[in-house]
């Protein structure tokens, strides 16, 4: 636990030096909090090891809140320059709430809870999976669009997304072995955690310069999108019908 | 078990996107430029897939031409083919590289080309693999049925051929005969 806090307090050290805090405001939000909470748990822990494990659960779904923010803050950094992948971006998040949105509706109309999960551990863990989705998504746009990112940025998308991986396997480890992962979950959760700070104190040591678009693609009039559309298709026309070129007899 | 199952998945699915992002850079897209055209594309596309010369090698009976025929039409035809992937590549690197800038993007549009992009390139995979594994001469029927397909998809489009390779310049009629 306190190596983690330790690479916190370094981070959160780094980025008022750096200035990376005005960069990233809810990143480091949400490890200010993450530390603030470490402290709060070993303080009731030593004092009350009882309340410790009802409050455990409520500063986890702060931190889950604070971490779907964190992606949001990944999606408006990287595309703020990208009007129209960042279109494309939100459509595909929109997509992955919607599903979840109907998900819950389903259960309801079916009479269950909003949400089946038999255990605390298991709507963290399906809620991990909406964020797993969500940075998935934009993962995913990032990589199609080639959209230049520096350091830092992929640093923390690439930091939270692992984490967020690594937590829907324990938790469902969690979920499915029982009793004896759940000791196990203990001591692999902060370890996956400490690499996630490895990752993020290696990447965000220092502010990187901001990526810049090569010079053509910013000068570059953009065209109505449909006169690109139809530009493109011209182009692959001729790509694509050498096949049917090539084999005509 | 089935929800640990999808669990692993998405989280195995997460990670490799991530890493993916992680080796990936713009280079690709910012140096992407237009496909250029080759001066006989459709002699050359005609005469790689073509089973009319691999049946006249087949009926001079003789074992060792036959090999040095599919050799030859084997190296020809998978040039060929990267090129037209390449051609597709670049196509697909430039419209990237403008409609991320775009405003008033397209969604269906976009959707659409991102789609055709990703079955162009998938294509010219599979018939590099028949070419490499099975005979030059194969895709001939898949061509077909991909020629009735595309005039379907985009009817009146000129059957132009694009064609990059020096590789492919080089070869000439009479040595493929």
Known sequence: MWAGVALEVVLIVRAFQGGLLRRFPLFYSYLTFVLLESFAAWYLYRRNPDLYASVYWYLQWVALFLGSLVIFEIYRVALKSYPGTARIARNLLFLVFALTFAKVLVNHSFGSVYWPAATTAELERNLRMVQGFAILAIAVVLLIYAIPRNRNLNGILVGYGLFVASAIVQLSLVSHLGAWFQKLFWYTQPFAYDLVLGVWTITLWSPAPEPVSSSAALNQAVDDHSSLVARTEQDLGRADLGFPGAFRR | ?177
């Not at chain 2, 009319?52 to 003789?62: A, C, M, N, T, V």
Request: with cysteine.
């Open chain 2, 1 to 177: 078990m089935t929800v640990l199952l999808v669990a692993i998945l998405i989280a195995v699915l997460l990670g490799w996107t991530l890493l993916r992002l992680l080796r990936a850079n713009d280079s690709s897209a910012e140096r992407a430029s237009p496909p250029t055209e080759s001066a006989h594309p459709a002699f050359i596309a005609e005469t790689v897939f073509s089973p009319r010369d691999w049946l006249f090698i087949q009926k001079e009976g003789s074992a060792s031409l036959n090999a040095l025929f599919v050799h030859e039409r084997r190296i020809i035809a998978v040039a060929w083919l990267r090129d037209c992937l390449d051609a597709v590549r670049s196509v697909r690197a430039n419209h990237l590289r403008q409609s991320r800038h775009s405003q008033d993007l397209n969604l269906p549009a976009e959707a659409k080309l991102l789609l055709r992009f990703f079955y162009l390139s998938a294509l010219c995979r599979c018939l590099l693999l028949v070419v490499q594994f099975v005979h030059p001469a194969a895709p001939h029927a898949i061509a077909l049925y991909i020629q009735n397909l595309a005039s379907t998809v985009l009817p009146g489009q000129p059957p132009e051929l694009v064609l990059s390779s020096v590789a492919v310049h080089e070869v000439s009629r009479e040595r493929l005969r």
